[in-house]
């Protein structure tokens, strides 16, 4: 258990559905950041949240979007999904900056 | 952030040292190196993290030259259970709350009986 916990595990929905994917940090880790990896793109770097605000933007649809909580969990929104959005969608959070990220073991989202 | 530039796939038999060679010309004064480790549809596992010289730790060593414009991660006497990819990056690890980590291809080692 590396401490951060995704949720659910596993998920499937519609084609133009939207679905929230949770995720809630390491005690006492301030930044949340959310990847996503498909089979023909790797680790793509979404967006960071550091003690609820926003830090950093990657390649993030305007379909989707984040927020983080005064409690520091996050969740990720997916919106209008389309078949190319099936992927593992992973969190990490990270205390200090030198001492990397801590992954969670991923939240697996198929549209049919 | 730097790029980073490292084999596509490996082979390794079990019982052998494994040396990952990273290439990161453009590594920047403030970079730190991290490598991870990713089984198949599990979060990436950080492994090790170093500035220069030598690092090593219960499960590898990571070595760098002066010139940090390379790294080398050494996994000794591999086993099946190593099979798995891994990443190399580098990034600015001083500006707390704005550290970004940019993930390439990695290497996919296979660790063969």
């Known amino acids: 258990d590396s401490g951060v916990t995704q949720t659910p595990k596993h998920l499937i929905t519609a084609t133009g559905q939207r679905v929230t994917l949770r995720c809630s940090p390491r005690s006492g880790d301030l930044s949340v950041y959310w990847y996503q990896q498909s089979l023909d793109q790797g680790l793509q770097f979404l967006i960071q949240y550091y003690n609820g605000e926003e830090r950093a933007k990657g390649n993030i649809l305007e379909r989707f979007s984040a927020q983080q909580f005064p409690d520091l969990h996050s969740e990720l929104n997916l919106s209008s999904l389309e078949l190319g959005d099936s992927a593992l969608y992973f969190c990490?959070?990270?205390?200090?900056?030198?001492?990397?990220?801590?992954f969670g073991s991923g939240t697996r989202l198929t549209v049919v | 952030l730097a790029k980073t530039t490292q084999p596509i796939s490996m082979d390794s038999y079990e019982g052998q040292e494994v040396n990952i060679t990273c290439s990161h010309n453009n590594i920047a004064t403030n970079d730190y190196i991290t490598w991870y480790q990713q089984f198949p549809s599990q979060g990436p596992r950080f492994i090790i993290q170093?500035?220069?010289t030598k690092v090593t730790n219960e499960v590898a060593s990571l070595f760098i030259p002066a010139d940090r414009k390379s790294s080398t991660l050494s996994l000794p006497r591999v086993s099946l259970s190593d099979t798995a990819v891994y990443y190399c990056l580098v990034g600015d690890t001083f500006e707390a709350g704005s550290y970004q980590l940019t993930f390439g291809k990695g290497t996919k080692l296979s660790v063969i009986p």
């Open positions: 170093g500035y220069k």
């Open positions: 990490a959070s990270s205390r200090q900056a030198n001492y990397g990220y801590t």
